[in-house]
């Protein structure tokens, strides 16, 4: 453990202002205030936050994120309070601590919930001061580095995905390099420790069947810039077991397959010496196609600039070649911690700046639109990929998104109010559908419509956890009014039926006993099936009766066309029975169920997907048929998707097609919509799967169809 005079010394030795006496302090007072607490290695719990002071004064950090590193476990882990941290400490160091300050009382909350709501609040705290992500990160570096003390598997594992999962990408974001590939390999040894000794014992073999192959290259490639008059340093290493990990995953190739294990890094001094550099590898080796990426002229979101190639290099090898200037190398290594150089005469790049935060205000927009804190945690794990394409807009402005991003996305990622109006998109001059997918270097220009709302199926083909976040946003509150107007149907209908007159005076009156605040909080409450019509009432006429249910069936109107549903064979007496909202089966489909505790069965045809998630649980499926024998007639809901011409007439044609086959129209929803078609979901009540496949029939041969399927959602 690094004694007190120590890390003082460390820190004066860059940054000679630093205030000691405030590390001193900070030093006895964490030592105090933990006292006899010990870790799981057994050793005082007091290394750990030295070990994180340590590891910040490694970066060059200032003398408050020193403090902080000494600080961040003394609010949470012993009696010392925030009031006692900045009456000591001054308010600077009181709010990064209390940034890096995990919850530590959630109330009835899971795991995720807990872990979430932590996130939620680092990133708000960060917001404010990017050094409280910085803290955290050492803090979870040296757990990582401890890790195997913990004795529980569960917990490792635990602890080893959420870094993975979070702080790996946030350190990513960042851009401080070292720290990030060590907390993934760390965390790769706990996740699939066989896959990671299985590549270290493959790349061993390698180095003793091949000798010094990293040697020899690096000194064939020094000779090639020294003969083309190039002065630069050249230095290499293969690459870690997760990288090449991944890359076997994400080639579906095996280790003998991957050719790329090496990677070799140039410095040079100046921008354009990178492009003569690079010029010299491309002249005198072979390129891999389609492996050439200009971090120069198109910077990571983290402010990172390099040049990334691939070659068959020296002896027939083939070698990754990362090419940057001395200043582009020292923000690569430290990231945003590079901000603490300057003061050693470190440039800032005026192109980058501020770069490195765009995706952390990018993170407070998802806050705004998240439903809660682990939707929050959802959206944030989607925007940050590592990998990403770079499109710009009619004017030129650059947008950088993750891999597989749509028009959608790129609406959402220019403005909020851009995604949620979107009606189409142009992509180099051509109309798209908004699913497009994006490659790099496309221009898109999004048509806007005021007329536009969000459409809930963006959200099964967008990316980036923004947009995501608007659309559910949307979502919710289309929700919310439909559940608000059924609720209020179902409570005015309950009223009515027993003979009480309904007035929202009376409904405000007891709207508290639902722990809601307003009629509408109450109708939607109802809406969605947690409470019901009658509670409402009886809160309301505490002394009504409930009328006997024959009474109640009398007063119902009947509706012509509508019988019982359908018996099933295979079902126990008395069960109840749900028809699946997502395949809609008829008869005539092949079915099966699948049994919920206290729900009853819910029938699904035997091609649904939504099977595939009960694969693993084969004693809740049940073996069912539809009882045909019953000759009465009968009508049942099915689900078609039409995508239709967008020319007048075209509605009317299609209902016509569908009346004339004998079927009725029970619901229609437009799903998208263009200058040239509109897609469409249709609910078609038929009796049985011959009536449907003739009316699918029918509409096919339409010549304003594009096309019609059965739909399962």
Not at 41 to 52: A, C
């Amino acid at each position: 453990m690094m004694r007190q005079y120590e890390l003082v010394e460390r820190v004066k030795s860059y940054d000679p202002a630093a205030d000691e006496e405030a590390l001193n302090r900070a030093y006895v007072f964490s030592m105090k205030a933990h006292g006899n607490q010990q870790r799981a290695s057994g050793d005082s719990y007091f290394s750990h936050p030295v070990e994180v002071a340590g590891i910040l004064s490694e970066k060059k950090l200032d003398s408050a994120s020193i403090v902080t590193g000494l600080l961040h476990d003394t609010v949470e882990d012993t009696v010392a309070t925030m009031a006692d941290i900045e009456g000591q400490f001054g308010g600077e160091v009181a709010r990064l601590v209390d940034g890096v300050t995990k919850l530590s009382q959630l109330d009835l909350v899971s795991d995720r919930s807990m872990q979430a709501e932590n996130f939620r609040k680092l990133v708000l705290a960060m917001s404010q001061d990017i050094r409280v992500l910085i803290v955290k990160l050492a803090d979870r570096l040296h757990n990582m580095r401890t890790l195997n003390f913990i004795r529980s598997a569960d917990k490792r594992r635990r602890i080893a995905r959420e870094t993975m999962d979070i702080y790996v990408p946030l350190a990513e974001r960042i851009g401080i390099r070292d720290w990030k590939e060590e907390l993934e390999d760390l965390a790769f040894a706990e996740l699939n420790p066989d896959a990671r000794s299985s590549i270290l014992s493959r790349l061993d073999f390698l180095r003793k069947r091949g000798g010094d192959i990293v040697g020899r290259v690096l000194e064939e490639l020094r000779g090639t810039f020294e003969r083309n008059g190039v002065k630069a340093d050249v230095s290499g290493r293969e690459k870690r077991p997760p990288s090449i990990w991944r890359k076997m995953q994400r080639n579906n190739v095996g280790f003998e397959q991957l050719s790329d294990i090496m990677a070799f890094r140039v410095l040079v001094d100046t921008e354009e010496e990178c492009y003569r550099a690079l010029g010299v590898i491309h002249s005198n080796y072979r390129v891999v196609p389609g492996r050439f990426k200009d971090y120069i002229s198109l910077p990571k979101p983290n402010g990172y600039r390099s040049l990334h190639t691939s070659v068959m290099g020296p002896f027939k090898e083939r070698i990754e070649v990362q090419i940057r200037t001395w200043e582009m190398h020292d923000v690569a290594e430290l990231g945003v911690a590079a901000h603490w150089q300057h003061k050693q005469g470190i440039p800032t790049d005026k192109r980058t700046e501020g770069m490195q935060y765009r995706w952390l205000r990018e993170l407070l927009e998802i806050l705004d639109h998240a439903g809660g804190a682990e939707e929050f945690l959802e959206h944030t794990k989607l925007e940050m990929y590592a990998d990403q394409v770079f499109c710009f807009t009619p004017k030129g402005e650059l947008q950088a998104l993750p891999a597989g991003s749509t028009a959608v996305d790129f609406a959402y990622a220019v403005h909020t109010d851009i995604g949620n109006t979107c009606v189409g998109a142009k992509v180099n001059g051509r109309i798209v559908p908004l699913r497009t997918e994006l490659r790099n270097g496309d221009q898109v220009e999004i048509i806007t419509s005021k007329a536009q709302t969000p459409s809930p199926t963006w959200e099964s083909f967008v990316v980036t956890g923004k947009a995501r976040a608007c659309i559910r946003r949307f979502v919710r509150g289309q929700q919310r009014r439909e559940y608000t107007q059924l609720g209020r149907e179902i409570v005015e209908k309950v009223f009515r039926e027993e003979g009480y007159e309904f007035t929202l005076k009376a409904i405000e009156g007891v709207v508290k006993n639902f722990h809601c605040r307003t009629p509408d909080d109450l109708f939607a409450e109802v809406g969605e099936g947690n409470s019901t019509g009658t509670e409402v009432l009886h809160a309301v006429f505490p002394g009504s009766k409930k009328r006997g249910w024959r009474e109640r069936m009398a007063l119902r109107p009947r509706r012509k066309g509508k019988k019982r549903p359908v018996a099933i064979k295979g079902l126990t007496p008395g069960m109840a029975v749900h028809i699946a909202g997502c395949c809609h089966p008829i008869p005539g489909d092949r079915i099966v169920g699948i049994q919920t505790t206290g729900k009853g069965v819910t029938i699904h045809t035997i091609d649904c997907e939504t099977l595939e998630s009960f694969t693993d649980m084969p004693e809740r499926w049940v073996d069912l048929a539809w009882d045909v024998e019953d000759e009465e007639a009968r009508l049942h809901n099915a689900r078609i998707k039409v995508i239709v011409a967008n020319e007048p007439g075209s509605l009317g044609v299609l209902s016509t097609v569908v009346g004339r086959e004998g079927g009725n129209i029970s619901n229609l929803k437009i799903m998208d919509r263009s200058a040239d078609f509109f897609e469409m979901l249709i609910d078609i009540e038929v009796g049985d799967i011959k009536q449907l496949t003739d009316i699918i029939a029918a509409l096919r041969a339409t010549s304003v169809i594009n096309s019609v399927e059965r739909a399962h959602v």
